[in-house]
């Protein structure tokens, strides 16, 4: 380890920064950030430094370095553009037992800047020794996705409790099983999703109890998006990475199943027309039961779960048997496929205005109001649809629209399997048998369809022999 990680309280101490440039400006807010007194010593400065100098947020000296100034530092940082200055302010800070920071010449300090995150008062700091801080910065933007921005509020409630965790359980063995239990379960979860009161009051229910109960589990229900990974949530991942127990739908695509915890329970709900592996109510009891006992239950979703997701039917049998869950939102396939397509829903030359519609209702019909679909300048968006295409194109045929209407079909959308087929109306199931479609397929109605082959930008590398949606069950 060629330099040791530690974080120093400056607050109120007095840094000085020589030097009156860029680099000097970014180590100026990096300090004040700290609450450290600035003194910044240099006989010229940019009118950022200017400002803050005006606005008393520092002390500034206009004039050359002195020797002299090394003893009014609690830590020195050399930021001029004289390497040769700067090498003898590093001299004077090393024999005076001064921390010092030479910008751009590692071998020159006696402390580096770290990237940092955060999240106060938590903070995260990550640093490569001075080899590469670019990549120390990528590092620290990975952890921007894994760690909430509510970490730092979560850390003020655990701090606000340490007396009374420390009164309760005396032993310091105890204390560790309390957090330790609390903060990977509701409790954490809770005030990640900005409920605060409710978390504070569910933490004083956990001391009354004590560590040693079973508390009732957590259900996440989270959608998958149309099948590309990255779009995914940070939220979403997060929870799919510590789930116990994963409840997963047929159009979760492989590379997304593959983020969530190796070490999860995995159990299969897919759900064809006419062949369900699990009827929708046995997949609510199960929610309910695997909660119950205990487990923290991602139910991971195709798509967004409150759009034709059947979201709402779920969470409701869980509110009935008060088992606390949190939705997480999604891209729904129609945002996703469109926009892979490159076929816009609303366009002001085309379009003002978008319904989405599902193939086939509850009972298996297609009853819709075909009339209000039919309105001018207008998209339809068309879930599961595939069985129901010619009652589709015939019934918006018989109320209005002209069969010569721009239509698409884009077929396992945003994956690298991605397909779209262009078609009207009128030639619609004929596009389905003569292509092969397959589900899952989204259709899209409408005159913006006629964009696509100007606006269409994603060209994946068709893996014929690799199915994204192919399961193992």
């Known amino acids: 380890m060629k330099h040791f990680p530690i974080f120093l309280d400056l607050n109120d101490r007095p840094c000085i920064v020589i030097g009156g440039g860029s680099v000097a400006s970014r180590k100026i807010t990096n300090l004040l950030t700290a609450h450290a007194k600035v003194i910044v010593i240099s006989p010229s400065v940019t009118s950022d430094i200017q400002q803050l100098a005006k606005n008393n947020d520092i002390t500034l000296i206009q004039r050359d370095f002195e020797k002299a100034d090394i003893a009014l530092a609690f830590l020195i940082i050399a930021a001029t553009d004289n390497k040769t200055i700067n090498a003898e302010i590093a001299a004077l800070a090393h024999a005076a037992n001064t921390p010092v920071n030479v910008a751009d010449d590692p071998s020159l300090c006696s402390f580096i800047f770290p990237s940092i995150l955060d999240r106060s008062p938590v903070t995260i700091a990550v640093s490569t020794g001075g080899a590469s801080p670019v990549l120390a910065r ?72 004590g560590f040693n109960e079973n508390p009732v589990g957590e259900v996440y229900l989270v959608g ?134 599902t193939g086939h209702l509850k009972d298996g019909s297609i009853n819709l109001n075909w009339q209000q679909l039919t309105q001018k300048n207008h998209t339809i968006v068309f879930y599961m649809g595939l069985t129901g295409m010619s009652v589709i194109s015939e019934q918006l045929q018989a109320h209005g629209m002209s069969g010569d209407m721009p239509a698409a079909l884009v077929e396992q959308g945003t994956t690298r399997n991605q397909r779209v087929h262009i078609g009207t109306v009128a030639t619609l199931p004929q596009l389905v048998i003569d292509s092969n479609v397959r589900a899952p397929t989204l259709t899209i109605i409408g005159e913006v369809v006629k964009l696509h082959d100007k606006l269409h930008w994603y060209e994946p590398e068709r893996h014929v022999q690799e199915t994204e949606f192919s399961r193992n069950k």
């Not at 701090?159 to 032993?171: L, N, S």
């Not at 239990?181 to 409920?195: C, S």
């Open 138 to 209: 990528q590092l620290r933007m990975k952890l921007e996705t894994m760690i909430p921005s509510a970490c730092g509020r979560l850390a003020g409630i655990t701090e606000e409790y340490r007396e009374k965790v420390k009164r309760h359980f005396p032993k310091q063995e105890q204390r560790k099983a309390f957090w330790e239990n609390a903060l990977k379960g509701t409790f954490a979860e809770l005030v990640y999703a900005g409920q605060d009161s409710v978390a504070r009051s569910l933490l004083d229910d956990l001391l009354a109890k």
């Open 224 to 357: 998958a998006g149309p099948g590309d990974p990255d779009l995914l949530t940070f939220k979403a991942i997060r929870l799919m990475q510590q789930a116990d127990v994963m409840v997963y739908d047929r159009l979760v695509s492989k590379p997304i199943l593959d983020m969530a915890n190796k070490n999860a329970e995995r159990l299969y709900v897919g759900k064809e027309k006419d062949n369900h592996a699990v009827p929708q109510d046995k997949i609510n009891d199960l929610l309910v039961e695997l909660a119950k006992q205990g487990k923290r239950v991602l139910r991971l979703k195709g798509g967004d779960p409150f759009i034709f997701g059947r979201g709402g039917e779920e969470i409701e049998t869980l509110a009935e048997n008060k088992v606390p869950f949190q939705v997480v939102p999604a891209i729904t396939a129609a945002s996703g496929c469109s926009s892979y397509a490159g076929i816009p829903l609303t366009h002001r030359d085309y379009a003002q205005s978008v319904t989405f519609a």
